[in-house]
């Protein structure tokens, strides 16, 4: 599906491997990045975009802004934005990659942003691929990138998924299995009557982790489940079917029988530590965190709410819940999804990306966490004398109550 994007939006056959010139749908960068974008910019002669309707930034990595510091660099992007007409987003509005995938993405569009997982789209069938902020602003400069066509891995999951076993297990599963550096710089295009069952918030979370195995993107095909989300958010003129070619061929093949399947975490501190929520049953944690751009999503507030509903968050655990964006923030709350959380125990942040990199909520010396964002890298969220474990939010929901790594097929609701 790479290839057919890449060879129709630069009108020739291409192949992977070779070096191509490709025009972009859409450039995007956040407060940690755009301001280097911009800087760029300025080092190529032009603080110009090369078009206001395809260029977009945003205010979610520090938001609310937490120093001066962030303050002004919020400034300095408003100032871009004001004076290029670009899109924008303030503080509040949601993280970028939910935001583009409300109101930008979809089928066959290219589509590169200013973090890592900008790979997300690909659930909506977009090329989209995340860059460092040099080749950023070089694009909103001049609306063109160049990259490596990627090979593909197709990676065909099977069967019916359990109880309380969701998206989330099935990715870190598949990244467990091929390792972090399992699909490098290759487009991973998940396939197969699982996938095909899975909603779009499921399917985007599974895309969303494709550069946790260093996938160049993830990719999922364009169908009607597509075309009703694009309706759904104004957009059905939007859409176009995309799917691989029946003879594809692929670098890198693997089958997932998901029924074999149990719920998932990634402990720390490498995302490819893969192992059930069984051998880690009974761990304490300090803080539980059910968010981010992987899992912030009205689906993933559904299932926690529906676990934590009635229930308290256990004394001496901490519950944090960061909403994707300002439109799953209201229709939360319209679902009474927030008093749920609220009386819960839980503490509810603005959207935006919150915990997950320890700019707004950070952990303290010797602290465990257990979340639902995409990393758990030493020093994540804000202190490398901490620890970070990956799970679904039925996982984090199901742990908070008991304050311990819990299997969420325990807990009744």
Not at 64 to 79: G, Q
Not at 175 to 181: D, K, N, V
Request: glycine share 10%; proline share 3%; charged share 25%.
């Amino acid at each position: 599906m790479a290839e057919k994007i890449l060879s129709a939006k630069t009108n020739t056959d291409i192949v992977a491997g070779e070096i191509i010139v490709t025009p972009i749908d859409l450039v995007f960068a956040h407060d940690g990045t755009m301001p280097l974008a911009i800087q760029q910019m300025e080092t190529l002669g032009t603080r110009d975009v090369f078009d206001p309707n395809k260029v977009m930034g945003i205010c979610d990595h520090a938001s609310p802004s937490p120093s001066e510091k962030i303050s002004n660099v919020h400034a300095l992007m408003r100032e871009f934005a004001w004076k290029n007409k670009i899109h924008f987003f303030e503080n509040g509005d949601g993280i970028c990659h939910q935001i583009v995938a409300e109101k930008f993405a979809a089928p066959w569009k290219i589509i590169i942003g200013g973090d890592s997982h900008t790979c997300t789209h690909g659930a909506l069938g977009a090329f989209s691929t995340g860059m460092g902020s040099t080749d950023v602003g070089a694009i909103m400069a001049y609306g063109r990138t160049w990259l490596k066509v990627p090979e593909s891995f197709k990676i065909k999951v099977v069967g019916e998924l359990k109880e309380r076993v969701y998206s989330k297990d099935v990715i870190l599963h598949i990244i467990g299995e091929i390792t972090a550096e399992g699909a490098t710089y290759m487009s991973m295009e998940f396939l197969g009557d699982t996938v095909d069952r899975m909603s779009i918030e499921s399917r985007m979370t599974m895309c969303n982790m494709a550069i946790e195995a260093g996938g160049k993107t993830g990719l999922c095909i364009a169908d009607e489940k597509v075309k009703s989300f694009l309706e759904a958010h104004g957009r059905g003129n939007e859409y176009k079917a995309l799917s691989p070619d029946r003879d594809a061929t692929y670098k890198e093949e693997i089958t997932i029988d998901a029924s074999c399947l149990e719920p998932m975490i990634a402990h720390s501190h490498r995302v490819d530590k893969v192992a059930s929520v069984a051998e880690f049953e009974g761990m304490e944690i300090d803080q539980v965190c059910i968010g981010s751009c992987t899992n912030g999503r009205m689906e993933d507030l559904r299932i926690a709410a529906g676990i934590l509903k009635g229930k308290e968050v256990v004394k001496d655990t901490r519950l944090v819940i960061y909403p994707a964006s300002r439109s799953i923030l209201i229709q939360a709350i319209c679902e009474g999804i927030i008093e749920t959380f609220l009386r819960s125990g839980a503490s509810i942040g603005a959207p935006g990306c919150g915990f997950c990199i320890g700019r707004t909520v950070a952990l303290g010396d010797g602290e465990v966490a257990l979340s639902t964002q995409n990393r758990n890298f030493k020093g994540r969220m804000g202190n490398d004398k901490s620890e970070i474990y990956l799970c679904s939010p039925a996982t984090a929901a199901a742990s908070a109550i008991t304050g311990k790594i819990t299997d969420p097929r325990s807990i009744k609701g």
